[in-house]
């Protein structure tokens, strides 16, 4: 499964290799990810990040959803939901 972080392309700089990169914040936090699948994307976009590469475009509302969900998650998580805590392997079944 993978999972896609959305964040807001704040600006767009290209390496002595051409490579596209851009500078994304993610909640207050700000990282270095590749535009090369994404050659369409413009600062003040909201992009999805998955493994340090923009994959698609999202739009503000989409991104604000996606936020809030993982919000949701984490408060189940400190709270000791068992459906959200341990790390499952392939059978669906919590690893120890």
Same mark, same amino acid.
């Given at each position: 499964?993978? +999972?896609? $972080?959305? @964040?807001? %392309? %704040?600006?767009?700089?290209?390496?002595?290799?051409? +490579?596209?990169?851009?500078? !994304?914040?993610?909640? @207050? $936090? /700000?990282?270095? #990810?590749?535009?090369?699948?994404?050659?369409?994307?413009? =600062?003040?976009?909201? #992009? %999805? !990040?998955? !493994?340090?590469?923009?994959? *698609?475009? =999202?739009?503000?509302?989409? /991104?604000?959803? $996606?936020?809030?969900?993982?919000?949701? $998650?984490?408060?189940?998580?400190? !709270?000791?939901?068992?459906? =959200? *805590? @341990?790390? +499952?392997?392939?059978? @669906?079944?919590? #690893?120890?």
């Amino acid at each position: 499964m993978c +999972l896609g $972080i959305p @964040g807001k %392309l %704040l600006e767009i700089t290209e390496d002595e290799t051409s +490579l596209r990169m851009g500078k !994304v914040e993610f909640g @207050g $936090i /700000a990282k270095d #990810v590749c535009l090369a699948y994404l050659p369409e994307a413009q =600062v003040g976009d909201y #992009v %999805l !990040v998955h !493994v340090g590469f923009a994959i *698609s475009k =999202v739009d503000e509302q989409e /991104a604000e959803a $996606i936020f809030a969900y993982l919000r949701e $998650i984490s408060q189940l998580s400190e !709270v000791g939901d068992p459906s =959200v *805590s @341990g790390e +499952l392997g392939e059978s @669906g079944d919590e #690893v120890h």
